[in-house]
């Protein structure tokens, strides 16, 4: 039987949510069904492209092209590249070459994948992985044209959109005129939270001391995350208990200012911050209280991983409740202050964990009900 060929189109392979999922997807599909590429534009040297890599998953990195592997990792090159019309042409080429069933389409590119496309007959799907009014609906020329493209991709081109939960599948609906999107949690695999590695070893690992109240965050320095309302909390919650401590995982621009900030407050001493790393779930286990004050999500799989691990979590209410599939989570409202988030976070209870549909964050499942969407899809092809 013929596999099914399926290109993951993805900017990069940073760690962050969309990154994860297409990881994700590429470990558990069944290879002996499916043939799956991921394509993204450079090599970062990221932890995900490493293990991608060991797992024989097959990368193609266009600026592979230019024959400037070590050039590229500059960000004026890699500006150049961009800016240039330089990776829509390689990305046609790749396409053209390659000749997939399907092509699996992430984040905002719907420009550059509506002039890929052109001249092929593959069936497109694209997943959106950001809250669809904050994603498109601001004044950017990037939002604007992007839209437009995936307004022209969905209406020539009968791209299938694909939502992370019932609230972004019903906006997307109603967005692009359809009826027809397509729902598919950003799930876990389950296996990778099985830690039997205790807490306080853990800790040990990165010089925490286990008497320690630790409070976490994992995402990248950017304004969505509100990196500047977990400090503001947390100098706070300092003031309420002398053994708290702040472990932050991620890279991003704002990083610099907010280790700044940290330093101004007096609060280095006890705050860690670690770059981007393979093992989530076991610095989650070492951790006392999640926190997820971002301004807006698309999902927050960060969310889901945190349950998955028994952590309580406090969450603010711009994440999406379909996220929430335990009595591990607080809800906070938008307009809650730092006070009110250190109160909430030193208040916290001991819980034992209860589930409610949490079968359904189960990646391996997913991935299940994904391979049948490209087999059916590459055999609709087919029949037209």
């Not at 999640?290 to 969310?303: A, D, K, N, R, T």
């Amino acid at each position: 039987m013929k596999k099914t060929k399926v290109l993951h189109y993805i900017d990069s392979l940073d760690p962050g949510g969309a990154e994860t999922i297409v990881m994700n997807y590429a470990l558990l599909i069944d290879r002996q069904q499916i043939d799956m590429t991921i394509v993204c534009h450079d090599r970062k040297g990221t932890p995900y492209e490493a293990i991608l890599s060991s797992a024989g998953v097959r990368v193609i990195y266009m600026s592979d092209y230019l024959h400037l592997k070590k050039l590229c990792k500059h960000y004026i090159v890699r500006r150049y590249f961009h800016k240039s019309g330089l990776d829509k042409y390689i990305l046609r080429h790749i396409f053209h070459k390659e000749k997939p069933d399907i092509i699996h389409t992430h984040l905002r590119c719907n420009e550059i994948i509506k002039f890929a496309v052109d001249g092929t007959d593959c069936k497109i799907l694209h997943t959106v992985h950001s809250q669809p009014s904050a994603y498109w609906n601001n004044k950017t020329a990037i939002a604007q044209n992007d839209f437009k493209a995936c307004t022209y991709l969905v209406e020539k081109k009968h791209m299938q959109l694909i939502a992370l939960h019932d609230g972004m599948r019903q906006e997307l609906n109603e967005l692009f005129h359809v009826n027809d999107t397509l729902v598919f949690n950003n799930g876990v695999n389950f296996d990778k939270f099985k830690i039997s590695e205790t807490k306080e070893s853990i800790r040990n690992s990165l010089g925490i001391p286990n008497s320690k109240f630790v409070v976490g965050h994992v995402g990248r320095f950017v304004p969505v995350k509100n990196h500047d309302l977990i400090i503001e909390s947390f100098k706070k919650l300092s003031e309420l208990r002398d053994n708290a401590h702040l472990l932050l995982v991620g890279q991003g621009p704002l990083r610099p200012a907010i280790e700044k900030k940290i330093e101004e407050y007096g609060l280095k001493e006890n705050v860690t911050i670690l770059d981007p790393r393979n093992d989530i779930p076991r610095i989650l286990k070492a951790m006392d209280v999640f926190l997820l004050p971002s301004l807006w999500e698309g999902l927050g799989i960060v969310l889901v991983e945190s349950q998955t691990m028994g952590i309580y979590s406090i969450a603010s209410s711009n994440v999406p409740a379909d996220t929430v599939f335990s009595n591990l989570v607080l809800r906070m409202p938008p307009d809650a202050d730092a006070a009110a988030w250190a109160k909430a976070i030193h208040s916290a209870p001991q819980l034992t964990p209860e589930y409610h549909g949490i079968e359904n964050w189960n990646m391996k499942k997913i991935v299940k009900d994904l391979e049948a969407l490209y087999q059916n899809s590459a055999l609709e092809r087919i029949a037209k």
